[in-house]
């Protein structure tokens, strides 16, 4: 089976997005630092971006977590399978995602991060997609909200490719 990638959201529009979202954070987080905890190996792409643009210290780690192996449905079962370096308490942390989709992962990450006691603890997201929510997360900061369509690009992959791609595309199968 072969795909092609149809452009959702330009460059463009992604770049200027990602900076209204580090003006706003920056604003938040006035005189204070922040803990940027990027989920491996998607939210990475985006945190980069993210991260160079905000302009109050940050301190960076990784988490990897994930519901998808090779395939374009959640699984369902989320493994966690490196955690961070940083401690939490008593820190401002915001947890950086490319997409949100059915919220399995980040509810499990999320409910992990607050047992750890940080003084404020804030998601971002590039993407949210709404109507495959199993479980309900708080989202903080939003990029897009986007139909239920499988994407690519900005870090998001499918069978590990297409993550280099500068804009969001959808993923259509011939």
Same mark, same amino acid.
């Given at each position: 089976m072969s795909e092609q990638i149809r452009?959702?959201?330009?460059?463009?529009?992604? %770049? *200027?997005r990602i900076a209204e979202l580090a003006a706003k954070i920056s604003a938040d987080f006035q005189g204070e630092e922040i803990l940027a905890v990027a989920i491996l190996r998607g939210g990475a792409y985006f945190c980069t971006e993210l991260t160079k643009r905000?302009?109050?210290p940050v301190v960076l780690d990784f988490v990897e977590a994930s519901s998808y192996g090779n395939e374009t449905q959640s699984s369902?079962?989320?493994?966690?399978?490196?955690?961070?370096?940083e401690r939490v308490e008593g820190r401002n942390v915001i947890v950086i995602e490319d997409i949100? %989709? *059915?919220?399995?992962?980040?509810?499990?990450?999320?409910?992990?991060?607050?047992?750890?006691?940080?003084?404020?603890?804030k998601l971002c997201t590039l993407l949210d997609k709404p109507d495959r929510r199993v479980v309900e997360v708080p989202v903080d900061y939003n990029g897009f909200r986007i139909p239920n369509e499988f994407v690519v690009?900005?870090?998001m992959d499918y069978a590990q490719r297409y993550r280099n791609l500068p804009y969001i595309g959808v993923v259509e199968f011939e």
């Open positions: 452009v959702m959201i330009s460059e463009q529009e992604v %770049d *200027t905000i302009t109050v369902g079962e989320v493994k966690i399978t490196k955690d961070l370096k949100i %989709d *059915t919220g399995r992962t980040l509810s499990l990450l999320m409910e992990n991060l607050k047992g750890r006691n940080p003084k404020s603890l690009g900005c870090g």
